[in-house]
């Protein structure tokens, strides 16, 4: 006998390069096209569910964010309440609406204060009283209020003037003695128009009114005042009397979402020297409740991902199994020609991830046509995230990867001598 | 399992030989391989049980030398275990019991990247089912082997072309499996085996299903690469077959 070996010495091992992987994956796609489908119809399904399902939820997100959007606080609210400090009567610097309007997210702000004389109202009326000044005012808490407004105010209320025009900055500059009525005193009043320049009397002392409010969703009490500008309050009554009751208060007009931040940061803007001094408020709005449904959307997102995920992933492996006990006799054919138990493995992986794959385009495409056309079904703005989007079909390849193990384990272990006698012929 | 190995045909007339005996041993060395070390070495094996024998371990009693350039032939009756010796010289299964020494190489402990080079460089085999690839044309079912043993690209093709051209089907290289005679998958089945370019050629019942001409050119096909210089085992029945073989071998 001749000396024996251990392993033959020359003979270099079976290979199989990627490229031919890839290529005999596609052959065998193109061979048996029925399961082939069928594998990557499930990919298909849950790539499209994952998509769809996703886009939905962002595009139920964004309709959710909007709408909670406009029910946020628009309108922020800011006082000097009284300090043991001497403060000076007028507690805001003069620049106070350039600074705040510098700030993002804020769209107008300007201070006013009601105008009263030793805690009285301000007589407000059409024609000079007789008897002299003080003698006919209006008791105290029954009259028409007057109102002094800083620059930037009637913007921060959002006034509507809808006859004549609202004072300017000239009329700020010069205290001149222009005046705005609100239209339910102006309707008091018998003012309709501006179109002949009406007087009316503040305290016997005349003022042109230059126009009628409207609209003031920021400060409604305008459409039952009248309004001067500030310097011309302070020319005619003095600066704001705080012991009287008449505190000035800012009035910040912000973008919806935007007034936590900018109410947070107002103080520092106003004194950054005594930025505690202030007094911040603004309605809350319903900010908790829109986080707690778009939470609950997300969380819905995420089930929806993994349901969609598990149901491609069992399919693909339920499909590639059976697709792999169909073709065990060609398995066994290729290693007894030569193929390792690896090689038939990655025969197998290489098949159900591109099976993956293209079920995966396939149903990205699908999922955001569906996306689309539901979205238009209900007039909302289709949302679909392209870094969620791109790497579907990706993972999808991954999936089918991980659902072509236990098949390819199958494969790997295919007795050719088993096989090839007893199944029948290809 | 009595194995009875019974030269039929092809002893050289300067051999002693007891034609009656019943012996595992055959004429050593054979005329043909003078000086190189034998193929194939079976000493004392069984062969793997099926059905319900399975797992069962048994003393073996069949011994074999093939010497290189051999033509031989593995005759008996159906179910004697004729396919299950060539699953075993192939490297497709172990035996039960016994050595297998293959180019001198014990086959018993070969790991799987070894078991699977000597499959796809060293050995062709021709199956008794003449498993081929049904939706790929005749070309593609040929080039299958060389997808694991190297060459690529048009050298494949042309591997392939030439194999198909040795046994007589260059002109069908496009057609599909389906669209082949009986003779003419065997054919195919033996262009495959022979593509890779191995030694040992390895086959079970290329004749099977053919027709008496089919038949008479498959065993023309596989005389041809037994002149060729390479070794032949054939598990057959066919009398043409053992006109051209060198031992026969009786299970």
């Known amino acids: ?149 800083a620059p930037g105010f009637l913007a921060a209320a959002g006034v509507r003037v809808t006859e004549g025009r609202a004072f300017g900055a000239w009329d700020q500059a010069h205290a001149a003695g222009s005046c705005l009525l609100g239209s339910e005193l102006a309707r008091a009043l018998g003012i309709a128009s501006t179109s002949r320049q009406h007087l009316i009397y503040l305290d016997n002392m005349a003022c042109t009114v230059t126009g009628i409010a409207g609209s003031a969703p920021g400060q409604p009490e305008v459409l039952r005042s009248v309004v001067l500008p500030a310097s011309t309050a302070v020319a005619l009554f003095g600066p704001p009397d705080e012991l009287a009751g008449a505190v000035p208060e800012l009035l910040i007009l912000v973008r919806p979402g935007a007034a936590a931040v900018v109410a947070r940061l107002a103080p520092y803007v106003i004194s950054q020297a005594r930025p505690r001094r202030f007094s911040v408020s603004f309605a809350a709005g319903p900010v908790r409740l829109g986080r707690q449904v778009t939470g609950t959307l997300s969380d819905l997102l995420v089930l929806a991902c993994w349901a969609g995920a598990a149901m491609g992933l069992i399919g693909l492996s339920g499909f590639s199994f059976f697709s792999v006990t169909q073709r065990i006799p060609e398995l066994a054919l290729r290693r007894a020609l030569g193929a390792r138990r690896r090689h038939l493995a990655v025969h197998v992986l290489a098949e159900s991830a591109l099976l993956g794959l293209l079920g995966g385009l396939a149903g990205a495409s699908l999922g955001v046509a569906v996306v689309v056309l539901a979205a238009r079904q209900v007039n909302w703005t289709p949302v679909i995230v392209p870094a969620m989007l791109w790497p579907a079909p990706l993972a999808a390849a991954i999936a089918g990867i991980v659902a072509g193990i236990i098949p390819a384990l199958r494969a790997a272990w295919v007795r050719p001598s088993r096989v090839l006698s007893e199944f029948a012929p290809l | 399992m009595t194995v009875r190995l019974l030269p039929e045909s092809g002893w050289p007339e300067d051999q002693d030989h007891d034609s009656s005996a019943s012996t595992a041993q055959l004429p050593d060395p054979w005329p043909v391989a003078h000086g190189q070390p034998p193929v194939i070495e079976l000493q004392a094996i069984a062969l793997p049980s099926v059905g319900r024998h399975r797992g069962q371990r048994r003393e073996g009693d069949l011994n074999l030398t093939v010497w290189p350039g051999e033509l031989v032939m593995l005759t008996g ?138 038949a008479a050119e498959i065993i023309g096909v596989l005389a041809a690469v037994h002149r060729e210089g390479k070794t032949v085992i054939i598990a057959t029945d066919d009398q043409l077959a053992a006109a051209y073989s060198s031992q026969s071998v009786r299970l």
């Open chain 1, 1 to 149: 006998m001749t000396g024996v070996m251990a392993r033959p010495p020359t003979l270099k091992p079976t290979v199989l390069k990627p490229s031919d992987a890839l290529g005999e994956a596609g052959k065998a796609i193109s061979a048996r096209p029925l399961p082939a489908i069928a594998i990557s119809f499930s990919a298909l399904l849950a790539v499209a569910w994952f998509v769809a399902a996703l886009g939905l939820v962002s595009t139920a997100s964004g309709q959710v964010t909007s709408a909670f959007a406009a029910r946020l606080a628009t309108t922020i609210r800011i006082i000097a309440p009284a300090s043991r400090l001497p403060d000076p009567p007028f507690p805001y610097p003069s620049d106070v609406s350039g600074r705040l309007d510098a700030l993002p997210g804020v769209r107008a702000a300007g201070a006013w204060w009601p105008v009263s004389i030793d805690g009285h109202p301000v007589a407000v009326t059409t024609g000079p009283v007789t008897t002299g000044p003080g003698t006919g005012r209006t008791p105290a808490g029954t009259g028409p209020a007057v109102i002094a407004a």
């Open chain 2, 77 to 214: 009756r159906p179910r004697s275990g004729r396919s299950a010796l060539l699953n075993v010289l192939g490297l497709l299964d172990r035996p039960a019991a016994g050595r297998y020494l293959l180019n001198g190489v014990e086959t018993a402990k070969l790991r799987d990247k070894d078991a699977s080079a000597l499959r796809g460089r060293l050995i062709g085999f021709v199956f008794q089912r003449k498993i081929l690839l049904p939706s790929r044309p005749v070309l593609d079912n040929v080039m299958l082997p060389l997808l694991y043993t190297g060459p690529r690209g048009r050298s494949r093709v042309d591997a392939a072309l030439d194999s198909l051209d040795r046994v007589g089907l260059a002109g069908r290289a496009q057609l599909m499996t389906r669209e082949l005679s009986a003779g003419e998958l065997a054919r195919c089945a033996i262009a495959r085996a022979l593509v890779t370019g191995p030694s040992l050629l390895l086959c079970d019942e290329p004749t099977a299903g053919a027709g008496p001409e089919a």
